[in-house]
């Protein structure tokens, strides 16, 4: 099939890049002249294992290219995806305003019968609005169909080739057939396709990162609540999650959830409701217990070492999660700007998310290529996000060019007994120092 898939961001390129891996032929769009010529250039803008080989090899296929042109590229396909983003507003609902500009776009160039997909995370409601945008441009028949993306940064890929639902939303036959026979070769595991109406599968998106990140919030409050009665979260987790019914995953405490998704979509599906006269208390409980526990590292290291000023910290991980260099909504972020404020210095390392941070940070904090090099004459270590390459360290050499052996664990990577042995002052997030 003809695709065109309007947003080269995250979820656009990704998606485009995978459909045509399936054989079908993509057109990506974007309205932003830079990011296009960057791709035509063979630059990925974004760092995503594996992305940049498949984009690589199906433009060398001829079955993904990339353009500003969007007329000709609606105008050539079967199928027009909008992946555009939905940034918060000030009151923390989706902003519209890229969706129905591309809606209007696609209205305008329709040339005939086409399926129309809302891929971006938008409210519910959206397929009504986009329908009538793209209604008051042309006489042309089409279909709009509400079908979320659920893949994870850092796996991005695997996600999408192999994924563990697809939910359509449609009302039309024509439309459903259409996304059915496109999705087809990503279903033959069995992975079921849940039709549904566009209403409900808006909702779903919303539901399904409102879900995990409530389980977040839970495990987070009672990490601090192990602390204060002297209990482990890790044997307690261990202990919850054998439960089949509440299950092993997404149950890891930490310095608060982060991304482009779970903090936007709580508080769009928070404002969804109130826009509709009803309060999510559940989920406001879940985004307050977020913003509390993204201060929990900064207060242990004030208790420990009271005054920060002139003080400095090394900070190994800044990205929100590993495997990415998105730096948006990271608990690093909230972490390095507190210890800033109190005077402190900060010497960080991330394999992947240095430019973004310097993007935030500018001279502000030193940025280091080499994670020992960080450690430098620093009063402690902070772990601020769970890369492989920091979990089994070197920790005689941590130890020696470290000013005093302490380590802020915030994603509970090492174990409390090993770190009492090597000689160090570890503190985690819901466990106690080994005796
Ligand atoms: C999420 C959803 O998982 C995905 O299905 C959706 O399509 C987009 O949003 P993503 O934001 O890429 O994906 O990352 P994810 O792996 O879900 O992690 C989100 C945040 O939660 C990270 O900050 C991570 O550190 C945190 N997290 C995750 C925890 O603190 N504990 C966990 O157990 C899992």
């Not at 992946?83 to 809606?103: I, K, R, W």
């Not at 769970?386 to 360290?393: A, V």
Request: glycine share 8%; with cysteine.
């Amino acid at each position: 099939m003809k695709l065109c898939v309007i947003g080269t961001g995250y979820v656009g390129l990704v998606d485009g890049t995978c459909f045509a891996e399936t054989g079908n032929t993509v057109v990506c769009v974007d309205t932003d002249k830079t990011k296009i010529d960057a791709l035509l250039s063979g630059q990925i803008p974004i760092y995503e294992p594996g992305l940049e080989t498949l984009v690589k090899k199906n433009v060398e296929k001829k079955r993904l290219s990339f353009s500003t042109a969007v007329q000709a590229a609606v105008q050539n396909a079967d199928i027009c995806f909008i992946s555009v983003g939905t940034p918060p507003g000030e009151d923390g609902s989706a902003d519209l305003q890229y969706v129905l500009a591309a809606a209007k776009a696609i209205g305008e160039s329709l040339n005939g019968y086409k399926v129309i997909v809302d891929k971006s995370t938008v409210p519910v409601g959206t397929a009504d609005k986009v329908k009538k945008v793209i209604a008051a441009e042309t006489k042309q028949a089409f279909d709009v169909v509400s079908n979320p993306e659920f893949l994870k940064e850092g796996a991005a890929i695997e996600d999408f080739l192999k994924p563990d639902r697809i939910v359509i939303g449609t009302d039309s036959e024509r439309a459903f057939k259409v996304m059915e026979t496109l999705y087809a070769p990503f279903v033959r595991t069995g992975a079921p396709i849940i039709r549904m109406s566009t209403r409900s599968a808006e909702l779903t998106k919303y539901a399904a990162n409102a879900m995990l990140a409530t389980r977040i919030s839970f495990m987070n409050d009672l990490a601090n609540l192990c602390e204060l009665v002297g209990a482990d979260i890790d044997m307690v987790r261990q202990g919850l999650g054998s439960d089949p019914r509440v299950g092993k995953r997404f149950l890891f405490p930490g310095i608060g959830y982060g991304g482009s998704c779970f903090p936007k979509d709580v508080k769009a599906i928070i404002r969804t409701a109130q826009d509709n006269g009803y309060t999510l208390e559940l989920l406001q409980a879940v985004e307050n217990v977020n913003e509390k526990q993204k201060q929990v590292l900064a207060a242990k290291i004030k208790k420990h070492f009271g005054s920060l000023s002139g003080r400095k910290f090394a900070v190994w991980g800044l990205s929100f999660k590993p495997q990415t260099d998105d730096m948006r909504e990271a608990p690093a972020i909230v972490i390095i700007e507190e210890l800033l404020k109190s005077g402190a210095q900060v010497s960080a390392h991330d394999p992947e998310a240095l430019r973004e941070a310097k993007k935030i940070f500018g001279a502000r904090i030193d940025y280091q290529t080499d994670n020992y090099a960080a450690l430098d004459k620093a009063d402690a270590l902070l772990i601020l996000t769970e890369w492989s390459e920091y979990r089994e360290p070197d920790f005689a050499r941590i130890k020696s060019l470290l000013k005093t052996p302490v380590i802020f664990d915030g994603r509970n990577i090492f174990n409390p007994a090993l770190m009492k042995e090597q000689g160090f002052k570890y503190y985690a997030i819901g466990r106690q120092e080994a005796e």
